[in-house]
């Protein structure tokens, strides 16, 4: 249907049905026809139509089985009064050409309202695509750039090519985190000292770097930091504690929050005494790993009389040598582990699969621990919570924290 915009300001809509077949210039002959007069001089339809206050009369209509429906639209650029009379006087026609019709007005529109509504809807996606526009133009746009240089200024440090800040190599202290994103999210605040471990297994470039520099371990606010902390302090040295607020991680903190995290440190000897962490097993033990001459993974020395030590810090075999090699040739191809008491008598022998479970089960009365089999972390974690002294096996397995209150021995060792 085309409407003339410029006339139209109610819209007549009205429902025609006749008994036989007409067309558009039949309806639209009758409706002149049978108003003429009807409605006086100024309320003629030709007159309004001349004078372009009626637009041009539309018709939409079809037939079927010898009948006609459709619909009439009439533009009117009267007010209501002028248009409500119009529309009621199409209702009077009663005949298009020779058939019989009726008209029923459906709807007067005000296609002012509907514009309006329509003008409405627009503007409220206008605004909304201008907002979205504004905010990426903005400070989406200042932080896309940020984030994008902040990419670019992390290096890879160490052999184990460990994400970290630019100036973490000529920095007298560093703060060791967890994952890249850390190190991103503090370089996003200006702090480009920061140094991520990347997994449980502490590197050896972090346990190097703790030697020489002021440590702060800044891990986020879980279970996860709190085991990270541990596993820091049982092979490197470790100054100062920062934790994020709890159940937050470090990586979405703001800058206010990391400032804060960072004002509020706490030494690492406070912290092991908080949670009760064992010298000899943690800080302490990584503090006196320093002092002590290495030899291979164990950081042992042998004396010139072929006895073991563990330097100043260490102490000697409760058990003479030549017994620990006895009892492991003694359990040869058997996949057995022995338990000898402080006077290194064999008092109890189990499967080495069973180990860990016989161990929590064990008093303080082992001493001294001699498996065929492979020395693994649990059985060295099991071994210091159980103050065992000694540790023998055919050799070492994937160890990451070895403790210094524990000797350990394999079977190269005591060859």
Do not use: W
Request: glycine letters at 8%; hydrophobic letters at 35%; proline letters at 3%.
């Amino acid at each position: 249907m085309d409407i003339d915009p410029s006339t139209t300001k109610y819209l007549i809509q009205a429902k025609l049905s006749t008994d036989g077949i007409v067309e558009k210039p039949d309806i639209v002959g009758a409706i002149f026809g049978q108003t003429e007069g009807l409605l006086g001089e100024e309320l003629d339809l030709r007159d309004l139509q001349k004078s372009g206050r009626i637009g041009r009369i539309e018709v939409e209509v079809s037939s079927n089985k010898g009948k006609s429906e459709g619909t009439i639209f009439v533009p009117s650029s009267l007010d209501q009064v002028e248009t409500a009379i119009l529309a009621s006087s199409l209702e009077t026609i009663d005949r298009v050409g020779p058939c019989k019709a009726k008209i029923s007005i459906d709807k007067v529109e005000d296609v002012r309202v509907a514009k309006r509504n329509k003008i409405v809807e627009r503007a409220k996606q206008l605004l909304t695509e201008l907002m979205k526009t504004s905010k990426t133009s903005g400070g989406d746009l200042t932080d896309s750039v940020r984030q994008t240089f902040q990419m670019e200024e992390v290096v890879h440090y160490g052999r184990e090519r460990l994400p970290a800040g630019p100036n973490i190599g000529e920095s007298d202290a560093i703060i060791v985190v967890e994952g890249r994103s850390d190190v991103l999210n503090l370089l996003k605040y200006g702090i480009k000292n920061a140094i991520a471990v990347e997994g449980t297994n502490i590197p050896r470039t972090i346990i190097d770097l703790a030697k020489e520099k002021v440590v702060t371990a800044f891990v986020d606010g879980d279970r996860g930091g709190e085991l990270i902390v541990r596993e820091l302090m049982q092979v490197s040295e470790i100054d100062f504690i920062a934790k994020a607020p709890s159940s937050q991680e470090v990586e979405e903190l703001t800058q206010k929050q990391i400032v804060k995290c960072l004002r509020n440190k706490i030494p690492a000897d406070q912290f092991a005494e908080m949670f009760n962490l064992t010298p000899g097993n943690y800080r302490n033990g990584a503090k006196n790993d320093k002092n002590r001459s290495h030899h291979g993974d164990r950081g042992r020395r042998r004396d010139t009389r072929g006895k073991d030590s563990f330097g100043d810090t260490g102490k000697k075999l409760s058990i003479e040598q030549s017994q620990l090699k006895g009892v492991l040739s003694e359990l040869n191809t058997t996949s057995k582990a022995r338990l000898l008491d402080e006077g290194g008598k064999p008092f109890k022998e189990v499967q080495v699969a069973k180990l860990a479970e016989t161990l929590k089960e064990e008093s303080k009365r082992v001493k001294s621990l001699v498996l065929d089999g492979i020395i693994t972390q649990r059985v060295l974690d099991l071994a210091v919570e159980k103050d065992i002294s000694t540790v023998v096996g055919v050799k070492m397995g994937n160890v990451a924290k070895l403790p210094t209150s524990v000797t350990v021995l394999t079977k190269e060792d005591l060859t």
